[in-house]
């Protein structure tokens, strides 16, 4: 039953927050406010809210729960948790488990430049930069760090074990600290340019190096001084095209947010010491949030657990103090959330702002020439329904031992790693790739139809033989609402350049041959080699697995508790061979008498 406008004089008009919730008890919105009552009624009034999602929500509203507050602060620290609890399909939302990459300098005598993941606060003791919001850009800069400054780049318990230095050092990516062949000053040079050059202080180091080339050449250390020159030059070439300069940006975060209907696009760019030195951006659909509720709900979502905040977040609309009191309180610092009106810091959030439209058109434009390929697909292949699901099973065994298979799942054209499986398979110790292809295909489209959650297409990787398999299956599930198809490559010839790639319909005894340049075909060549490299990377990891449990269990002495004490403690058996009598030692039940038995493995 809808929704009893009628009842609304019933609710309190106090600060806090509403649930609105459909008929099956499902949170579709949370949202906050000064008045409950009054904030409610206007989703119902006759002159309704501008925002063009409201209709859609409010149909399927029937009941809505208020939970009253003490002050404004409560409740929109409140609303930010329910958001989180229920994950309602009209909020703001960003995924919970998304983890940040940093940049770290281990806190050793000889630091270590590593690549961090977490979730949260640091936990392993060291300086870290960032985090960044991109993986791609803190590998290229790890990567370009490691080229530019040669710091060690293995292990401790490496280190501590070394006898002679490795590759790294004979080609001068190294100095070789773990022999003694670098001083402990010449070392440490080179960490705090790390450290300048990471902390945006590059003209700093710049002068720096300019001073000790000068000095170098006066000495007549002429190959020093060229070494010099050289990563002066490397540096001046990174921060000069990869960095804008803002003298009004010292630590700050612009966000920029554009609009149209429900879809919304925010733009974060991340300035430190003055320079762009990263951006993002986050899109979001079925939003009906207006754009300062969307603001304060991707703030608080986005910076509440994340370390190493800005001084200052720069934004398009004015929000309430209390967002800023908040997002100060989590992180023991003030943090000023700004909406300059003019000046340097306004022409930064107009650069934002033009930075989100000019993404959210080039992703819409990425959307309809995805669907125009989908379209096309569909009428290439005579499907019967639009493939914006697709999944592809590959398996993958050795001499069918340890026989694994996987599924990938692609929406609108774009992986949904969410909706990835893997499986193990359990009809036989050895089994065929048919055998393996029936089992995977049951349990899997079994589990489908429980949920009534089926795929719009279904690519078995093989020829009419796993086809017929997967039709078996269907027909003994009773399924006809996904559509399917086999891809195999065609049987290779000497007169072509490129080989193409043969489609086989059900019931149709040839197969389809796409043009080797055609988008459609490279489409779904990604899919499947997409299950393919899932399906190998996990039977590798089981083959893996099964090596190094097998050799440990010959170890006398080492049972299953000491076995998973030595992986949680070292993550490999090559690990466990390389770490050091005082390191085995220090796993609980581990004596010398084992720690002889371990090393008769190598």
């Not at 055609?518 to 299950?531: G, H, N, T």
């Amino acid at each position: 039953m809808p929704f009893q406008v009628e009842s609304l004089s019933l609710y309190p008009e106090e600060p806090g927050v509403y649930l609105m919730k459909d008929s099956g008890g499902r949170v579709l919105y949370v949202g906050k406010a000064k008045n409950l009552r009054v904030r409610i009624k206007q989703y119902f009034a006759t002159h309704r809210d501008a925002r063009e999602m409201v209709p859609y929500l409010t149909a399927q509203v029937e009941t809505i729960d208020t939970i009253v507050a003490l002050t404004e602060k409560d409740a929109l620290i409140l609303e930010n948790t329910l958001i989180k609890k229920h994950k309602p399909k009209y909020n703001v939302l960003l995924k919970d488990d998304k983890t940040f990459i940093s940049l770290m300098l281990t806190k050793h005598e000889w630091p270590l430049l590593k690549l961090v993941r977490h979730k949260g606060p640091q936990t392993e003791e060291g300086t870290y930069f960032g985090p960044y919001t991109n993986a791609l850009a803190a590998r290229q800069t790890f990567d370009l760090l490691s080229r530019l400054f040669p710091l060690r780049q293995c292990s401790d318990s490496e280190f501590m074990n070394r006898v002679r230095p490795c590759l790294l050092y004979d080609i001068k990516r190294c100095l070789g600290p773990c022999v003694n062949l670098c001083s402990k000053d010449e070392y440490n040079h080179h960490v705090e340019a790390v450290k300048k050059l990471l902390k945006g202080k590059d003209k700093e180091l710049l002068q720096e190096m300019e001073k000790e080339m000068i000095k170098a050449s006066d000495a007549l250390e002429f190959e020093k001084a060229q070494e010099i020159h050289t990563l002066i030059s490397q540096i001046k070439h990174v921060t000069e095209t990869k960095q804008i300069n803002n003298p009004e940006a010292k630590d700050c975060d612009i966000l920029g947010l554009y609009r149209e209907a429900d879809a919304v696009m925010i733009a974060l760019l991340l300035f430190r010491e003055g320079h762009l030195v990263g951006s993002e951006h986050f899109s979001f659909h079925f939003i009906a949030s207006s754009e300062e509720e969307i603001l304060t709900s991707f703030i608080l979502q986005h910076y509440k657990e994340k370390p190493l905040l800005p001084r200052e977040i720069l934004i398009p609309r004015e929000l309430e103090r209390t967002v800023e009191e908040v997002l100060s309180e989590s992180v023991g610092r003030k943090i000023e959330i700004l909406s300059p009106r003019k000046g340097r810091k306004h022409d930064l959030v107009e650069m934002g702002q033009r930075n989100a439209k000019a993404l959210f058109i080039r992703e819409q434009d990425t959307r309809s020439l995805k669907e125009k390929m989908l379209l096309d697909l569909s009428e290439t292949l005579q499907l019967t329904r639009f493939p914006r699901r697709v999944e592809c099973f590959d398996t993958s065994n050795i001499a069918g031992t340890d026989p694994v298979a996987s599924v990938v799942c692609f929406v609108n054209g774009e992986k949904d790693k969410s909706r990835n499986r893997l499986f193990k398979i359990k009809t036989a110790e050895k089994a065929d790739d048919y055998t393996a292809m029936r089992e995977v295909l049951r349990r899997h489209f079994i589990r489908q139809k429980e949920a009534n959650d089926f795929c719009d297409l279904l690519i078995v990787d093989g020829g009419k033989g796993q086809l017929g398999i997967a039709l078996e299956v269907f027909d003994e599930l009773k399924i006809a609402s996904v559509d399917l198809i086999a891809l195999t490559k065609e049987e290779a010839r000497h007169d072509k350049g490129l080989t193409q790639e043969r489609v086989f319909l059900p019931h149709q005894k040839e197969p389809i041959l796409i043009d080797p340049r055609s988008p459609l075909l490279f489409f779904l060549q990604k899919v499947r080699d997409e299950a393919h490299a899932q399906a190998i990377a996990y039977h590798r990891k089981r083959r893996a697995k099964k090596t190094i449990s097998s050799q440990l269990d010959t170890v006398k002495g080492i049972g299953p508790v000491k076995k998973k004490r030595l992986l949680t403690r070292f993550g490999s058996l090559k690990a466990i061979l390389q770490a050091s009598d005082v390191e085995l030692k220090e796993v609980k039940g581990i004596t010398d008498k084992e720690i002889q038995a371990i090393r008769s493995l190598t």
